[in-house]
């Protein structure tokens, strides 16, 4: 297999994730792992070279499909590399064929993060920047703008679902965004509403502006729009540091996951389920916040965690959404066998809800940071440990 870890270019054109994984000596244990990922993806004929330069040089988005071609592996898949386009042909378990477009919402190579944070800009832009990804994807596939060779016309693509799997690296703070963009992108929903009588609510959400003042749809799988979508993959987790965490690197993590359990299996006297927000220090730098919410059968919530590494426990496919659209002309097969980890997402249309089947202890987010005293307060102070 190629060399995916060997610089080609002069260390000014190197990304700088990349620099920092190739020099520095913490970071031997990921090499392997990521080169792993590769298996078969530096095999398609004509495309492994010009794939090893992007990683080295622009990264994010040869960096999101060596995780979905390892992932696809975890689901029991095979891809068969002989088709150029689009980036997988996929073939699962029982011989099910889907295809899949991998894209990231990336930011430009010169451009500057904003001095300071406004929450509102950073959703409104980053939900612009997945609408504008997928939009551009459901193009290729359409032939929009004079396309000679749609995806739409190819043997192996027709008549079968197309997928489009997209992560969000549009700034520094992306991965932070959770699922709340892409569930704004697909389902209309605005952010929950994080307290007051109607926590938990969300708002309907119908379209964004553009700074141009243009208006862009939002709730795309909420009508026959984007029809000759079946599905789409998405996860902020699928990046360097699944790697990291992978690798067992000493490194402080923090990680959010999905909590749900009926009312009739928690024991008497359970301190992790009672509702409110409570906090718990489990041992040394391993941090536990439960939030809880009741509903009439379950308790319903999440688990905030900042952790040393070598308490965390991740798999490959933890952090893994998929996004079901219910007005897709080839839908996806609903007895696709998801692994344990994965969080499904569909959408009731009579009802306009939003219908969540994800797992107890999902994986919603997951940032990785250095063990310094500087960030050991930030993330202990931001979550209420040191109050």
Not at 27 to 48: C, F, H, M
Not at 136 to 163: A, E, I, Q, T, W
Not at 204 to 231: C, H, Q, W, Y
Request: proline share 6%.
């Amino acid at each position: 297999m190629l060399d995916l870890f060997t610089p080609r270019f002069r260390e000014e054109k190197l990304h700088n994730y990349f620099r920092r994984i190739s020099a520095d000596p913490h970071y031997a244990k990921v090499q392997p792992i990521i080169q792993n990922w590769a298996t078969g993806l530096l095999d398609r004929r004509g495309e492994s070279q010009k794939f090893i330069n992007e990683f080295q040089t622009t990264f994010n988005s040869s960096m999101w499909e060596l995780y979905l071609n390892r992932a696809l592996t975890d689901l029991g898949c095979s891809v068969d590399f002989s088709k150029s386009a689009p980036d997988f042909f996929v073939r699962g378990p029982g011989n099910y064929e889907f295809n899949i477009e991998a894209v990231v919402s990336d930011q430009p190579p010169t451009a500057k993060q904003k001095k300071t944070f406004n929450e509102q800009d950073f959703k409104t832009r980053g939900a612009l920047k997945l609408a504008g990804k997928i939009r551009d994807k459901l193009d290729l596939y359409r032939g929009s703008n004079g396309k000679k060779h749609p995806y739409s016309s190819m043997s192996h693509v027709c008549s079968r679902p197309f997928v489009i799997a997209i992560a969000p690296f549009d700034s520094d703070l992306s991965l932070t965004q959770n699922n709340e963009l892409i569930n704004m992108v697909l389902f209309g929903l605005a952010p929950p509403l994080l307290e007051g009588p109607d926590l938990g609510k969300q708002d309907k959400i119908t379209s964004l502006l553009k700074p141009s003042g243009a208006r862009v749809e939002m709730g795309i799988f909420t009508n026959d729009s984007f029809k000759e979508i079946s599905a789409v993959f998405f996860s902020t987790v699928g990046t360097f540091g699944k790697a990291v965490v992978e690798g067992k690197i000493d490194r402080l993590v923090r990680s959010t996951r999905y909590r749900v359990i009926d009312k009739d299996r928690i024991a008497p006297g359970s301190e992790l389920w009672q509702v409110g927000t409570h906090r718990f220090q489990l041992a040394a730098l391993n941090y536990l916040l439960t939030q809880r919410r009741e509903s009439e059968h379950q308790i319903g919530g999440a688990d905030v965690l900042i952790q040393h590494s070598s308490f965390h426990r991740e798999t490959h496919l933890d952090g893994f959404q998929v996004y079901f659209n219910p007005f897709a002309e080839v839908p996806f097969e609903p007895e696709f066998p998801w692994p344990a980890e994965i969080a499904l997402n569909y959408y009731d249309v009579e009802s306009g809800e939003h219908i969540q089947a994800h797992p107890d202890g999902a994986l919603v987010s997951r940032q990785v940071y250095q063990i310094t005293p500087e960030y050991i307060r930030l993330l202990l102070g931001s979550y209420g440990f040191l109050s």
